[in-house]
């Protein structure tokens, strides 16, 4: 079983829709990492967070501790929000792990 | 600047060539990382240098070497690649020290074509 689990693998919105995906994770964590990967380029930090919730915009991230859960919201979704956005954790000493990642398809 | 830019954003290396992979930030940060990405996949730790030491080598093979010239840079030297070493190369930097992983600053990444 992969560390860092995500759901859904693959999502497709309609534009303006209310999006969730989520994160569960079943190791030891300093913080949770939201990345916006656009298709053949770079990757993006979202959020950063340890506890509680962010928000940034259109975006909104959550981390349940106790739980190991997190979710990562998109608010009045846009063909550009179309990524896939991976939810990663930081181990201690310098290790990320990353979960598989979600594509996301807003279409108009 | 909030920017790690890498160069070259693509290279075409043949099996018996040697080339290099380059990385800039400057933000001040003290962590610099490599990660290599195959397509759909997520990224997989190749190396990560704190304070311009080397901290993890994800037992990467020795035909990857990296360097950290200064705390700005961090190279990639390549040599006598196969083709399955063909993927997206990405650089990352963050603020943490050793013992935490900070928010990540990556590059747009190089792609990478071994023939």
């Known amino acids: 079983k992969n560390e860092v689990e995500q759901s859904p693998q693959n999502l497709t919105a309609q534009e303006g829709e209310f999006i969730t995906i989520n994160c569960s994770y079943s190791v030891g964590i300093s913080a949770l990492h939201w990345l916006q990967q656009h298709p053949g380029g770079g990757i993006v930090s979202l959020f950063m967070l340890s506890s509680g919730k962010k928000k940034h915009g259109r975006l909104i991230a959550t981390i349940n501790i106790q739980e190991k859960h997190s979710s990562l919201h998109i608010t009045a979704s846009h063909p550009r929000d179309s990524a896939v956005y991976i939810c990663a954790v930081s181990k201690y000493g310098n290790k990320l792990v990353f979960g598989a990642g979600t594509i996301l398809r807003v279409k108009s | 600047d909030t920017e790690v830019t890498q160069t070259p954003k693509h290279l075409v290396m043949g099996m018996t060539n040697k080339k290099s992979l380059k990385c800039e930030q400057h933000m001040g940060h003290r962590a610099m990382y490599w990660y290599k990405q195959k397509a759909k996949k997520p990224p997989e730790l190749m190396f990560v240098y704190s304070y311009e030491k080397l901290s993890i080598n994800e037992s990467v093979p020795s035909r990857f070497s990296p360097e950290c010239p200064n705390s700005s840079l961090l190279n990639l030297h390549l040599h006598a690649l196969q083709p399955e070493d063909s993927a997206l190369y990405l650089c990352?930097?963050?603020?943490?020290?050793?013992?935490?992983?900070?928010?990540?600053?990556f590059g747009e990444g190089s792609r990478l074509t071994v023939l």
């Open positions: 990352a930097s963050s603020g943490e020290d050793s013992l935490n992983t900070g928010e990540l600053f």
